[in-house]
C-alpha cells in the first residue's frame, strides 16, 4: 500500500544534440549506424514477455535505399492477435492495482535509457528505417519521446493529486481505474516518438495496452520496446 504522495518533478525539455562535425555524438552515431547497417535484425512479435516468430515474415528496407535490407519482421495473424489479447488481459488486474507512482517509474527508467545508453540507437534506427537526418531523428526519437514520458508522469502525478471540494460535513473523492479492456495502440509511420507514447501513454495510467507498430517504422519501434522491457514493463 501507498502510504505517502509521491510528487513528480516538472520536467525540463531534453536539451539536443547537434551532431557537428568533430563533435563525439557525430563520431558515436557513425558508429552506431554502420553498426545497424551491417547487420540484418530478426524482429518478432512480443506477447506475454515472450518473443513470438511466425512464417509470414516481411523485410524492412531503407525508404532511401531499397536494396538495403535492415530486418526481417514476423507478422501475427489471427492466432497470434488472440494470444496477445489473452495475455494483455491476463495482466489486467495486476497492472491495474499497482501503485501509479510505480507504473510511472517503469517509463522515467525508459526515458533516461533512451536520453543516456540507447541515444545512438533510437537516433540510427529511426535514421535508417525512417530516412530521417541526424536533427531530425535527435528532436522526436529521442528528445520528444522522452519528453513524452516525462511529462506523461509529471501530468499524472497532477491528476491523482486533484481531489473534488469538499463542503462542510461532506468528503468528497475522486479514485481512478483505468479502462476496461484493452487499449489498440496502431501507431504511425514517420514518427518514432509518438509511436512510443500511443501505447506509453494509456499504460502509464494503468490500462493494458496492445501494440501495433506501422510496418515502416516497426524496426526503430522493436527497439523501443526492447528498452521498455528493459526498464521493467511486466509481461503481458
Request: hydrophobic residues 40%; aromatic residues 12%.
Amino acid at each position: 500500500m501507498s502510504n505517502a504522495y509521491f510528487r513528480v518533478e516538472e520536467p525540463k525539455n531534453e536539451p539536443y544534440l547537434s551532431y557537428a562535425p568533430g563533435t563525439p555524438e557525430r563520431e558515436a552515431l557513425k558508429e552506431e549506424l554502420s553498426r545497424l547497417k551491417g547487420e540484418v535484425l530478426e524482429i518478432p512479435a512480443i506477447i506475454d514477455g515472450k518473443e513470438v516468430w511466425t512464417d509470414r515474415v516481411e523485410e524492412v528496407v531503407m525508404p532511401h535505399n531499397h536494396g538495403h535490407v535492415l530486418g526481417r519482421v514476423h507478422l501475427c495473424g489471427e492466432k497470434e492477435v488472440k494470444m496477445a489479447i489473452e495475455s494483455s488481459l491476463r495482466a489486467q488486474r495486476e497492472w491495474a492495482d499497482l501503485p501509479w507512482e510505480e507504473r510511472a517509474a517503469v517509463f522515467l527508467r525508459a526515458a533516461d535509457m533512451v536520453t543516456g545508453p540507447y541515444r545512438y540507437t533510437m537516433n540510427a534506427a529511426t535514421m535508417l528505417a525512417q530516412s530521417k537526418t541526424p536533427y531530425q531523428s535527435e528532436i522526436e526519437a529521442v528528445g520528444e519521446l522522452a519528453d513524452f514520458l516525462r511529462f506523461n508522469a509529471w501530468y499524472l502525478a497532477k491528476i491523482m493529486g486533484d481531489q473534488p471540494h469538499s463542503p462542510d460535513g461532506i468528503w468528497n473523492r475522486v479514485e481512478y481505474r483505468p479502462l476496461e479492456g484493452f487499449v489498440f495502440a496502431v501507431s504511425p509511420f514517420n514518427f518514432t516518438a509518438i509511436a512510443g507514447n500511443l501505447p506509453s501513454a494509456p499504460a502509464m495510467c494503468g490500462n493494458v495496452a496492445l501494440w501495433k507498430p506501422s510496418l515502416e517504422a516497426v524496426y526503430s519501434n522493436y527497439f523501443f520496446m526492447k528498452i521498455l522491457m528493459e526498464a521493467g514493463l511486466p509481461d503481458g
